[in-house]
């Protein structure tokens, strides 16, 4: 009987990091180059370092697991992974994360770059770089056995009161295909944003779009006030403290 687990995102400062729903059986899953990206992938799209979906939730497996991480200096690390199992496929897979020296705070550092890469020759990538103080891009493709898969580049701008986003995927000009995102939020008020975010998709013979439109509102948090305590009746004090004694007259 299949179960499915519902997996939550991995970073809440962003939603590029979510992960999706994975479904696992009594029978050991194959390995995919998607499951390497999640397995060594430790830094979301906006740099920092965030829990990896599959820490929260292991992929099931039967068989020996060995992970080995080398940090070979404060900005470089590796790590290799083997897996052996007698009912799946047995798999290796190195990683390499670099993080750069421009550091915007004490928890974001510029360029990331995460790679990995297993026996047979997939790959997973993704560079992340801060071009200036309000634009931030990132680029992020994935090969299977020498031939590409999958490739897309994201662009967010964020201003004094909005935030604009692109996201470009799988653009092909010869064969006129790929995916265009994009998304704009405004700050009306202190207290409400409104926003719109455009999809639009083509290929040979279909094309469409899908616009959405969104709304959010915070309420006002009013710091709670301590209670005072309340004061003591003085009939209720013991004569003992009402009177006070000579020597502080």
């Not at 007698?86 to 421009?102: C, D, M, P, R």
């Not at 004490?106 to 560079?127: H, R």
Request: charged share 20%.
């Amino acid at each position: 009987a299949a179960t499915t687990t519902s997996r939550p995102p991995s970073c809440a400062s962003c939603s590029r990091c979510a992960s999706s729903s994975s479904s696992s059986s009594s029978s050991p899953p194959s390995p995919s180059p998607s499951s390497a990206t999640s397995a060594s992938f430790g830094r979301c799209w906006r740099g920092r370092r965030c829990r990896r979906p599959n820490e929260l939730f292991p992929v099931q497996m039967e068989g020996v697991k060995l992970t080995v991480n080398k940090g070979l200096s404060n900005h470089f690390q590796v790590n290799h992974t083997v897996a052996l199992s007698t009912l799946g496929e047995s798999n290796y897979h190195f990683g390499a994360t670099y993080v750069g020296t421009k550091h915007l705070s004490p928890t974001e550092a510029f360029p990331v770059l995460v790679g990995d890469m297993d026996n047979s020759g997939s790959l997973n990538a993704q560079v992340v770089h801060q071009l200036s103080n309000s634009l931030r891009s990132k680029v992020a493709f994935q090969t299977q056995q020498s031939k590409f898969v999958n490739w897309q580049v994201d662009g967010e701008y964020r201003g004094g009161d909005f935030t604009a986003a692109l996201t470009l995927g799988n653009p092909d000009i010869l064969m006129g295909s790929g995916i265009l995102v994009a998304h704009y939020l405004q700050s009306v008020t202190p207290h409400l944003a409104l926003g719109a975010e455009l999809v639009y998709h083509r290929r040979p013979g279909e094309e469409g779009a899908v616009l959405s439109l969104a709304g959010r509102y915070s309420g006002e948090t009013r710091p709670k006030i301590p209670e005072k305590h309340p004061k003591i009746p003085e009939r209720d004090t013991p004569k003992s403290l009402r009177e006070t004694p000579k020597s502080l007259r």
